[in-house]
Antibody
Framework: EVQLVESGGGLVQPGGSLRLSCAAS????????MHWARQAPGKGLVWVSH????????GYADSVKGRFTISRDNAKNMLYLQMNSLRVEDTAVYFCGRGGVTASLDYWGQGALVTVSS | QSALTQPPSASGSPGQSVAISCTGT?????????VSWYQQHPGKAPKLMIYEVNKRPSGVPDRFSGSKSGNTASLTVSGLQAEDEADYYCSSYAGSNHIYVFGSGTTVTVL
């Protein structure tokens, strides 16, 4: 059974940093692109970042480019999102997702809440 | 990159059909057959319902169908059931610069 479990969310002050983790199980992580998406309270989904199975290709939404870094450790079955220079508008539930066929996300984690506030 | 445009709400009685539109541009929906649809119940993770415009993952009822014409994609839910009441989001690949974009979301209410 495919499972994705996010951790590392919490409360952080503006300008601070936080690292999200996503533990993957039930499939071979290195075979898949992985994604992060987020959802602000009461708002819609927004794509954040993705990384190729072998880590050689990355992509970011313009809103997080230069501040967030996606990475993975296939040996540990882990996906990460390092978030620096956090802003109030980064407050959201962050989901990790497995890249499926042709730009779809076929499995999602339950999400981790990140609150940026002073 | 702006979100794809969806109607905020849609509704139907049990057994009826409801269609949700998803309008993008020639740079995303119109350019690629990579439209996906997701169902999200309150407080839950999204669930993939349609990929590649009109394909259903294993386990998704055939009451859910997708289509695309030009820059607009659509999700149709036939034979509405109470458990179909949820938020629905479309998404599309948007090229190597903008990569992916989600729709603004539609809340489906079963009357």
């Amino acid at each position: 059974e495919v499972q994705l479990v996010e951790s590392g969310g919490g409360l952080v002050q503006p300008g601070g940093s936080l690292r999200l983790s996503c533990a993957a199980s039930g499939f071979t992580l290195s075979d898949y692109w992985m994604h992060w998406a987020r959802q602000a309270p009461g708002k819609g989904l927004v794509w954040v970042s993705h990384i190729k199975g072998d880590g050689t290709s990355l992509g970011y939404a313009d809103s997080v480019k230069g501040r967030f870094t996606i990475s993975r450790d296939n040996a540990k079955n882990m996906l990460y999102l390092q978030m620096n220079s956090l802003r109030v508008e980064d407050t959201a539930v962050y989901f990790c997702g497995r890249g499926g066929v042709t730009a779809s996300l076929d499995y999602w984690g339950q999400g981790a809440l990140v609150t940026v506030s002073s | 990159q702006s979100a794809l445009t969806q109607p905020p709400s849609a509704s139907g009685s049990p057994g009826q059909s409801v269609a949700i539109s998803c309008t993008g541009t020639s740079g995303d929906v119109g350019a690629y057959d990579s439209v996906s649809w997701y169902q999200q119940h309150p407080g839950k993770a999204p669930k993939l319902m349609i990929y590649e415009v009109n394909k259903r993952p294993s386990g998704v009822p055939d009451r859910f169908s997708g289509s695309k014409s030009g820059n607009t994609a659509s999700l149709t839910v036939s034979g509405l059931q109470a458990e179909d009441e949820a938020d629905y989001y479309c998404s599309s690949y948007a090229g190597s610069n903008h990569i992916y974009v989600f729709g603004s979301g539609t809340t489906v209410t079963v009357l």
